[in-house]
T-cell receptor, first 115, second 113 residues
Framework: EAEVAQSPRYKITEKSQAVAFWCDPI?????LYWYRQILGQGPELLVQ????????DSQLPKDRFSAERLKGVDSTLKIQPAELGDSAMYLC?????????????FGPGTRLLVL | QKEVEQNSGPLSVPEGAIASLNCTYS??????FFWYRQYSGKSPELIMF??SNGDKEDGRFTAQLNKASQYVSLLIRDSQPSDSATYLC?????????????WGAGTKLIIKP
């Protein structure tokens, strides 16, 4: 069964360091989402890609976060510099085309701890 | 501001009983609704989706949608300890010409043996 891949699964870093997360969506899925989830809350959308284009990054803290999906397949989310408040689960999801009735499929997530 | 509301719980249900999880949403025009299950430390996984008013059954799970009252519910029959998890309700909304899921904060369900 096709799955969304993410790495690393866990990351511990010190504040002010740079961190990067990688996501490989289900083959053929044009839409890719990066979410941040804090314990006890629902996922918060950070950025949405349609193929290689960003279609929404309104909630992405652009002073420190960046995201790219250069060839419209896999994607990288970067934080530079990391802050204590960035400790959270970072989730990647994909869907075939981002339509109304499409299901989003999630990868295993990356748990980030900033010390 | 489009919102999805869920009772955070925890909801405690005896093993074998029916667990009932509820979700309300603010946008009367919403058309597609999803229930995800999330085990502690894991990522969300899809349980069910529903688009039409009424009930939709899949094994022990039944989703119920009432668009007039703007609520969607998930029933779990014959609850098992393995059903203990957080259940997230999500509503697909059009945001600046893109469809995005608006998420509730989740209801924590505990099934007691």
């Amino acid at each position: 069964e096709a799955e969304v891949a993410q790495s690393p699964r866990y990351k511990i870093t010190e504040k002010s360091q740079a961190v990067a997360f990688w996501c490989d969506p289900i083959s053929g899925h044009a839409t890719l989402y990066w979410y941040r989830q804090i314990l006890g809350q629902g996922p918060e959308l950070l950025v949405q890609f349609q193929d290689e284009s960003v279609v929404d990054d309104s909630q992405l803290p652009k002073d420190r976060f960046s995201a790219e999906r250069l060839k419209g397949v896999d994607s990288t989310l970067k934080i530079q510099p990391a802050e204590l408040g960035d400790s959270a689960m970072y989730l990647c999801a994909s869907s075939p085309g981002g339509g109304l009735q499409e299901t989003q499929y999630f990868g295993p997530g990356t748990r980030l701890l900033v010390l | 501001q489009k919102e999805v509301e869920q009772n955070s719980g925890p909801l405690s249900v005896p093993e074998g009983a029916i667990a009932s999880l509820n979700c309300t949403y603010s946008d009367r025009g919403s058309q597609s609704f999803f229930w995800y299950r999330q085990y502690s430390g894991k990522s969300p996984e899809l349980i069910m989706f529903i688009y039409s008013n009424g009930d939709k059954e899949d094994g022990r799970f039944t989703a119920q949608l009432n668009k007039a009252s703007q609520y969607v519910s998930l029933l779990i029959r014959d609850s098992q300890p393995s059903d203990s998890a957080t259940y997230l309700c999500a509503v697909n909304e059009i945001m600046d010409s893109n469809y995005q899921l608006i998420w509730g904060a989740g209801t924590k369900l505990i099934i007691k043996p």
